[in-house]
T-cell receptor
């Protein structure tokens, strides 16, 4: 059974600090997605990672994918309050057009 | 702008009273999904359509049904809502098979309250 594990599940940090969210998965896949969700809102696509070694950056967020280690990271640089949200990773297990979702990381950034 | 639209955004229904949630898309995507999400948990896939081909998740209760009359529209019917069905319901679309990319585009969601 494919499992996707995120850690930490909850992260409280100060503005200006750097931190990394980890997404581990249990089967081979070379497609991984990061989504953001604000409280009470829907899911917003952040990054699509389609191959081993893929790295994408948008503002203070950078995502990477290591398919050999079955690991993706979402790195936050010099965090700002506006980045407070829940972040989900999801893996495409190459079957039946579905995504397998991590539990989400709730990120709170304090001024 | 191409998008995924859900109506209503907020729905209050009584225990046991059938309710229908709707989703429409202007993206012309083949695949449409219905998810249930509770309290910022991971979204839980209920079912999906590839064109008119319906795929039900094994653990989706029989109380939940879906219809897709055409490419643009998809409906979620809850035949007898219980208190445990209160949740955010998310509709999403995707468009394989170009590059086998299954990025999913989400609608704004319908928040269902059961009284």
């Amino acid at each position: 059974e494919l499992k996707v594990e995120q850690n930490p599940l909850f992260l409280s940090m100060q503005e200006g600090k750097n931190y990394t969210i980890y997404c581990n998965y249990s089967t081979t896949s070379d497609r991984l997605y990061w989504y953001r969700q604000d409280p009470g809102k829907s899911l917003e696509s952040l990054f699509v990672l389609l191959s081993n070694g893929a790295v994408k950056q948008e503002g203070r967020l950078m995502a990477s994918l290591d398919t050999k280690a079955r690991l993706s990271t979402l790195h936050i640089t010099a965090a700002v309050h506006d980045l407070s949200a829940t972040y989900f990773c999801a893996v495409d297990p190459d079957s039946n057009y579905q995504l397998i979702w991590g539990a989400g990381t709730k990120l709170i950034i304090k001024p | 702008d191409a998008m995924v639209i859900q109506n209503p955004r907020y729905q209050v229904t009584q225990f046991g009273k059938p309710v229908t949630l709707s989703c429409s898309q202007t993206l012309n995507h083949n695949v449409m999904y219905w998810y249930q999400q509770k309290s910022s948990q991971a979204p839980k896939l209920l079912f999906h359509y590839y064109d008119k081909d319906f795929n039900n998740e094994a653990d989706t209760p029989d109380n939940f049904q879906s219809r897709r009359p055409n490419t643009s529209f998809c409906f979620l019917d809850i035949r007898s809502p219980g208190l445990g069905d209160a949740a955010m319901y998310l509709c999403a679309t995707s468009s394989p098979p170009t590059g086998r990319l299954f990025e999913q585009y989400f609608g704004p969601g319908t928040r269902l309250t059961v009284t």
